[in-house]
């Protein structure tokens, strides 16, 4: 079992920064692949990057490539999503995801997830 908590998020203007913080509750992400989705109103939740349980391997959504990077910290029990240059299209509810055997992409594919932390950028 994986309990994962975020923080983060809240209102920038577009142009600014935001890092979102996504913590594995008494365990780490060894042997784990770990993911961020976005949910914006009205629309499915959309796959926005993953990272492998050691940092070394991350691929990103083409929407947010060079814009958004993913890292995790030394213990490997905290996932970051650190977010330049915001776009108000980027404004949707975040959750970060793990799952054990292959990373996450398809809104189906986690088998667990993170509550969900609203990021808003105004135009």
């Known amino acids: 079992q994986m309990h994962l908590v975020q923080s983060g998020g809240g209102l920038v203007q577009a142009g600014g920064s935001l890092r979102l913080s996504c913590a594995a509750s008494?365990?780490?992400?060894?042997?784990?692949?770990m993911a961020w989705f976005r949910q914006a109103p009205g629309k499915e939740r959309e796959f926005v990057g993953h990272?492998?349980?050691?940092?070394?391997?991350?691929y990103y959504d083409e929407s947010v490539r060079g814009r958004f990077t993913i890292f995790i910290n030394d213990a490997k029990d905290t996932m970051y999503l650190q977010m330049n240059s915001l776009k108000p299209e980027d404004t949707a509810v975040y959750y970060c995801?793990?799952?054990?055997?292959?990373?996450?992409?398809?809104?189906?594919?986690?088998?667990?997830w993170g509550q969900g932390t609203q990021v808003t950028v105004s135009s």
């Open positions: 990272i492998n349980w050691n940092g070394l391997s991350r």
């Open positions: 995801a793990a799952r054990h055997d292959f990373p996450p992409i398809r809104a189906r594919d986690p088998d667990y």
């Open positions: 008494g365990s780490t992400f060894d042997d784990y692949f």
